[in-house]
């Protein structure tokens, strides 16, 4: 029993890293645009998009179908909107979560 258990968690990596192989680049990229962060130095975007791959992961053998790519972009616009409205533990102007200053009509 646990040998099996044991091969459905290995798969379970395999299958996962394979995606995140393929996927990753894409989902920064989207994740990038969120922030509107330079390409080269987008720590936001980079932490939006390891905490959607995050529950993906602890999704993974719930999919049944779906496509993990639009799961995961999902998680993604919901964790960037949930932190630009400031409705998680921190608020948007302590995480920067918000518009950049002077970004017209959201300038505080």
Request: with cysteine.
């Amino acid at each position: 029993m646990r040998e099996r258990q044991a091969d459905r968690h290995r798969r379970r990596a395999r299958e996962f890293e394979a995606f995140v192989a393929g996927a990753a680049g894409r989902l920064l990229h989207a994740a990038t645009l969120l922030t509107a962060e330079p390409p080269d130095d987008n720590p936001r975007a980079r932490r939006l998009v390891t905490a959607a791959l995050a529950r993906t992961y602890a999704d993974w053998e719930r999919l049944r179908g779906e496509d993990p790519y639009d799961r995961t972009r999902q998680e993604l616009a919901a964790r960037f909107a949930r932190g630009a409205t400031g409705s998680t533990a921190g608020s948007a102007s302590r995480t920067g979560a918000g518009p950049p200053r002077g970004a017209g009509c959201w300038t505080v």
